[in-house]
């Protein structure tokens, strides 16, 4: 695979999703190290739909750690139930958020962050990771979304 991606512009979103997937398989299927694999999926997302930011959060003990990120600086280390990643994690369910200020507990890397969406890894049904994906806009995230980062996330698990 190339290293830019091939999306026909002014596609809907489920669409731009749809080509996605394959290319995001053939960057990452001959690769086997996880670090690169995350690394390029987050870069591919942000160059996709030009989200705020985009990145993982590994499990490490009783935190989640940053992990390969696209955007500005993040928050390095979030304990288990505390924010939107550590509640996705906690309750290993995705969890979509039209307005992070409405979120009782959101933290705050960075202020620009409107909403936002964190879907867990999971791997022998236990979480090892979590994608959080930020908007500079509200409400930016549907059950579109959802399924399909869902779906990338499934394939992300067997890199772990």
């Not at 999306?7 to 997937?21: F, V």
């Not at 996709?48 to 696209?70: I, K, S």
């Not at 908007?135 to 059950?143: E, M, P, W």
């Amino acid at each position: 695979m190339s290293e830019s991606l091939l999306l026909t512009p002014g596609q809907p979103k489920a669409a731009r999703y749809a080509e996605l997937h394959p290319q995001v398989v053939a960057l990452t299927a001959p690769e086997p190290d996880r670090t690169a694999n995350l690394a390029n999926t987050a870069a591919a997302l942000r160059q996709a739909f030009g989200f705020f930011w985009v990145g993982f959060y590994l499990v490490q003990g009783e935190e989640l750690v940053l992990g390969p990120f696209q955007g500005p600086i993040a928050c390095t280390r979030i304990r288990r139930g505390r924010g939107v990643c550590g509640t996705s994690w906690a309750e290993a369910r995705t969890v979509l958020v039209p307005d992070v200020e409405a979120f009782p507990g959101h933290i705050a890397c960075s202020s620009d962050s409107k909403s936002e969406i964190v879907v867990p890894i999971v791997k022998n049904g236990a979480v090892v990771a979590v994608l959080d994906v930020d908007s500079d806009k509200l409400n930016d995230f549907d059950h579109d979304d959802q399924r399909a980062l869902e779906q990338l996330m499934q394939l992300a698990a067997t890199w772990f």
